[in-house]
């Protein structure tokens, strides 16, 4: 019954019952385990990640996609997801697994996690993994975009090279407070633009994240577009 219900939860009732039993199975527990199952789910949940991201962000470099999909499918992430399908007490461990709290462990549900997916796939058709494993990412991911993702900085310099144009100078312009309250005031200067935007932080790292913000809402202004 407990596995019936996680079926359900799942989306995806398995045709072969001992590929779901794999699946759950953590490697302290006996020897036909998860884990060649995981190495296919893993490349299975990477591609899924990496096509939802390509089409909903067709004007993101690879490298902001890259790191898109890195925090969807990271241990994290993936935990939090198979704590929404309450995969933690159906997993199969080991004694020592089992004493020392493993069911709760980010890395062995995430394991699992990725061990259903590629369960998924052998028992079904690539097809149906890829709309059961879509539904349980959907949310996660969602929660994140390129503006979560990368920065202002990174953001303002990957706009400027795509462009050929030369990077942002940042300067300090002043440092306020004392030792342990200070404030700095950064700015930011695009050279081909002729175009400078200050702002202040706490740190200066801070503040240069901040000035390299209000220079790409300057930039992506319509009214100075080039």
């Known amino acids: 019954m407990q596995l019936a219900a996680l079926e ?17 199975t953590h490697r302290s527990a006996q020897k ?38 890195a925090s969807v499918v990271s241990g994290k992430s993936l ?12 997993l199969i461990l080991g004694e020592s697994e089992r004493k020392s709290g493993g069911r709760h462990r980010d890395s062995i549900l995430a394991n699992a996690l990725e061990a259903l997916a590629g369960a998924i796939m052998l028992d079904a058709s690539l097809d ?41 100078q940042y300067t300090v312009e002043e440092i306020m407070g004392g030792d342990h309250q200070q404030s700095f005031r950064v700015s930011c200067f695009v050279p ?21 913000g209000v220079m790409l809402e300057t930039l992506l202004d319509p009214a100075n577009e080039r």
């Open 8 to 24: 359900q939860r799942l989306g995806h009732q398995f045709s072969d019952p001992d590929l779901l039993h794999r699946a759950l």
């Open 32 to 69: 036909d385990h998860n884990e060649r199952l995981e190495f296919l789910g893993d490349s299975l949940i990477g591609m899924i990640a990496a096509a939802v991201f390509y089409e909903h962000y067709p004007h993101a470099s690879e490298g902001v996609l890259s790191r898109l999909r």
């Open 79 to 90: 935990a939090a997801v198979a704590r929404r399908l309450e995969l933690s007490e159906c």
């Open 128 to 168: 149906v993994a890829q709309r059961v494993v879509s539904s349980w990412l959907e949310e996660a991911m969602r929660s994140v975009s390129p503006d979560d993702i990368v920065d202002a900085k990174t953001r303002l310099q990957e706009w400027l090279q795509a462009r050929g144009e030369k990077l942002p």
């Open 192 to 212: 081909g633009r002729n175009a400078r935007t200050e702002a202040t932080g706490s740190t200066r790292k801070g503040a240069e994240k901040r000035a390299a």
